[in-house]
């Protein structure tokens, strides 16, 4: 199974980003699909996740200002992010998880600037 990420970019501070990952490979379903994100020195934390059956669930510090959604036909999740603050600099990581598996994507870059 390999996850596609792409999306990512410099943007300016209150601006907006929508972000995607495709899940290629062999597999039947994902239960849950999600974004996370790393910022340098710092651990990897949940910035959204979506179930197969469209349950949503949010950081704090994104909820109010992130959409996620997936298309379960196209195996692929994305993340509309808006209002983005200069924290939320940090490389975003898709994930994929099935009964008892789970899968990363090679991050992508979300930069903000000031």
């Known amino acids: 199974v390999q996850l596609q990420a792409s999306g990512g970019g410099l943007v300016q501070a209150g601006g907006s980003l929508r972000l995607s990952c495709v899940a290629s490979g062999t597999f039947s379903k994902f239960n849950s699909m999600g974004w996370y994100r790393q910022a340098p020195g710092k651990q990897r934390d949940l910035v959204a996740d979506?179930?197969?059956?469209?349950?949503?669930a949010y950081s704090d510090s994104m909820k109010g200002r992130g959409t996620i959604s997936r298309d379960n036909a196209k195996n692929t999740v994305y993340l509309q992010m808006n209002n983005l603050k200069p924290e939320d600099t940090a490389v975003y990581y898709c994930?994929?998880?099935?009964?008892?598996?789970?899968?990363w994507g090679q991050g992508t870059q979300v930069t903000v600037s000031s």
């Open positions: 979506i179930t197969y059956g469209g349950n949503t």
């Open positions: 994930n994929a998880r099935g009964f008892t598996s789970q899968f």
